[in-house]
């Protein structure tokens, strides 16, 4: 599975767009890209996934470039309920046998501030 | 609120002891996954069930095993425990149909400490 790295914290305000980048140098043909929320004592949530290009969602956008090697989640307007561990994976979800066996690196830990 | 319920919430054992996780998966999903997260760190796989078999394993000792049952819930045991094995044990369930975005539902997870 390929590697990932991100920021290991952020800092950012109320109403401020937030983007996380998030590298995949080693990113393989048929790997996705997904994140994962995760807020104290509570399991990982699954925010987005994408493959390439711009992926929307009601919680989050996800930017892909052309050469895949990294990807940028983007959460517009944050809040205070924002504040949480974000994790990004990169995997095969199409030849597992669910997209469950997943490798999760250090996270990014955004503080989100009044 | 994902439909996975993980029990007990929270458990203290003592070194060299055994221990059972338990693990119900949302309806419908017939794989199911253990991680562990150490405190700071992030989850790290321990193996998956599909169908009742084991179908993949990371980098984790014998004495980690598990059970998947016919409806699907789950089961992690922990022999001969260790200090370190102190750690939050996540379930996560999904339905296995070899597409994209198939999607893990974590539970809430069990808080193991080791004395």
């Known amino acids: 599975l390929a590697k990932t790295t991100q920021p290991i914290s952020m800092d950012s305000y109320e109403g401020q767009e937030v983007n996380i980048t998030c590298s995949h140098n080693?990113?393989?043909?048929?790997?996705?890209i997904t994140w994962y929320q995760q807020f104290p004592s509570q399991g990982p949530r699954f925010i987005i996934q994408?493959?390439?290009t711009k992926v929307t969602n009601e919680v989050a956008s996800l930017f892909i470039p052309a050469d895949r090697k990294s990807s940028t989640l983007s959460l517009p307007r944050v809040s205070l309920s924002d504040t949480a561990v974000y994790y990004c994976l990169v995997g095969d979800d199409m030849n597992n046998n669910a997209g469950n066996m997943l490798t999760f690196g250090g996270g990014t830990r955004l503080m989100v501030k009044p | 609120e994902t439909g996975v319920t993980q029990s007990p919430t929270h458990l203290i054992k003592t070194r060299g002891q055994q221990v059972t996780l338990r693990c119900s998966s949302q309806?419908?999903?017939?794989?199911v996954s253990w991680y562990q997260q150490a405190l700071g760190q992030g989850p790290q796989f321990i193996f998956q069930y599909y169908r009742e078999e084991e179908n993949g394993r990371g980098n984790f000792p014998p004495r980690f095993s598990g059970l998947q049952f016919p409806n699907y819930s789950s089961e992690l045991n922990v022999n001969a425990l260790e200090l370190d094995d102190s750690a939050l044990y996540l379930c996560?369930?999904?339905?296995?149909?070899?597409?994209?975005?198939?999607?893990?539902?974590f539970g809430q997870g069990t808080r193991l400490t080791v004395v």
């Open positions: 309806s419908g999903h017939n794989t």
């Open positions: 996560a369930s999904s339905l296995a149909l070899g597409t994209p975005g198939t999607e893990a539902f």
């Open positions: 080693n990113i393989a043909t048929n790997d996705y």
């Open positions: 994408g493959y390439k």
